[in-house]
């Protein structure tokens, strides 16, 4: 039998361990390939986010420390990674992208873990309950945009979009939105992977003769689809989702993203307080200064949960219960609330860019 002091002595010890034991975030971006850049804005914001809870006493007195993976953007590399720290035993995952985020989001149920993630689309939150969403959402862009269209003129639409589950919640978000409003959506084209030629999809979309075509991709792909719509000829108003903001390191031709509108955060002049007391740091990350949206946004979604964390401990079901309880509140990405379903909701306007600028376009 073993003595009640030596039961005693051991339990504390293992207490003791336990305290110090770091709560491990595992994070599942794109490093390599064409949205490198959004992953490694996101890996940034990530890192100033803990940095700042650490520096509190992290989470009841436990270190927080991040595990960062390259998925590539591929859904199958991150859900092979994804269950790898799993496996490690990180109890909260960020995961970068909606198809990356739709393919983990079943097994972070059943594992009983918190997803934290930048998804557009409204399926991640169908697949998890223990899902928190920080990117504006599809059906939010797609009703703002509609509204602006209808506002001009225009109610004949054309689509294009990425195959894949981000690129599909904005076709279903879209084609909702303009149901019962005297808007069509005429003609629908899925754009083609990687480096393909877009000309075949563009082309029949324009038959269609839309009077504006909304393109739903980021990164170079983008540039791909607005090039071929200006060999093509296409005269119309041209829409694209939040992603617009980040063209390819400054290397797309100005007069190729010249009038496009999107929907956004606004993220310009007068810059928030909440932005410039982050300067010191964006200058220590290498992030230019002032940070773009994907940063203030996925800075104040990790803040959000690090917060809770700091309250309730690392119980991934706790952690959610105490975000979906959030009131609204101001950020660095301005004022937001978050809604039951774990969608933190942003104010967006309609932005539009000038000669290389982001400007306001039009106020909701």
């Known amino acids: 039998m073993v003595p ?7 339990a504390l010890l293992l207490a003791s361990a336990s305290a110090g034991e770091p709560v491990r975030i595992a994070v599942l971006v794109p490093l390599t390939g064409d949205f490198a850049e959004f992953g490694k804005t996101e890996v940034a914001a990530a890192r100033l986010a803990v940095d700042r809870a650490n520096a509190t006493g992290g989470v009841k007195g436990r270190p927080i420390e991040l595990s960062i993976d390259d998925t590539g953007h591929d859904p199958a590399r991150g859900l092979e990674l994804f269950r790898k720290r799993a496996d490690e035993g990180a109890k909260f995952v960020y995961a970068a992208s909606s198809g990356v985020a739709v393919a983990i989001a079943p097994e972070v149920q059943s594992r009983g873990l918190l997803l934290l993630t930048d998804a557009a689309s409204p399926k991640v939150s169908e697949l998890s309950s223990l899902a928190v969403r920080h990117c504006p959402d599809a059906a939010d862009e797609s009703a703002l945009l509609v509204a602006d269209a209808l506002a001009r003129g225009h109610r004949r639409w054309g689509l294009l979009h990425m195959a894949n589950a981000y690129g599909e919640s904005y076709r279903d978000a879209l084609s909702k939105a ?5 808007a069509e959506l005429v003609a629908v084209g899925a754009l083609p992977a990687n480096d393909a030629s877009c000309a075949e999809v563009v082309a029949r ?16 792909p983008i540039v791909r689809a607005l090039e071929e719509l200006r060999t093509q000829g296409f ?27 999107f929907p956004d955060v606004w993220w310009g002049d007068p810059v928030r307080p909440e932005v410039e007391a982050l300067r010191a740091d964006l200058q220590r990350l290498g992030v230019a200064y002032p940070p773009r949206p994907l940063f203030t ?27 979906a309880e959030t009131a609204s509140r101001r950020g660095a990405s ?8 774990g969608r933190i909701r942003f104010e967006l306007e309609i932005l539009e860019l000038d000669h290389g600028r982001i400007v306001r376009a039009s106020r909701p």
Do not use: C, W
């Open 4 to 10: 009640a002091f030596s039961r005693a002595f051991g």
């Open 205 to 220: 979309v324009i038959a269609a003769k839309p009077e504006a075509i909304l393109v739903i991709t980021f990164g170079p």
């Open 297 to 323: 946004m996925t800075f104040d979604a990790f803040t959000l949960v690090l917060e809770a964390t700091r309250d309730v401990g690392d119980d991934p079901r706790a952690v959610r219960k105490a975000v």
């Open 334 to 341: 301005g004022d937001y609330r978050v809604l039951h379903d």
């Open 235 to 261: 005269r119309g108003l041209r829409y694209s989702a939040a992603s617009i903001a980040y063209p390819n390191k400054g290397k797309v031709p100005e007069d190729l993203l010249q009038g496009v509108r």
């Open 178 to 182: 303009a149901t019962g409003r005297g």
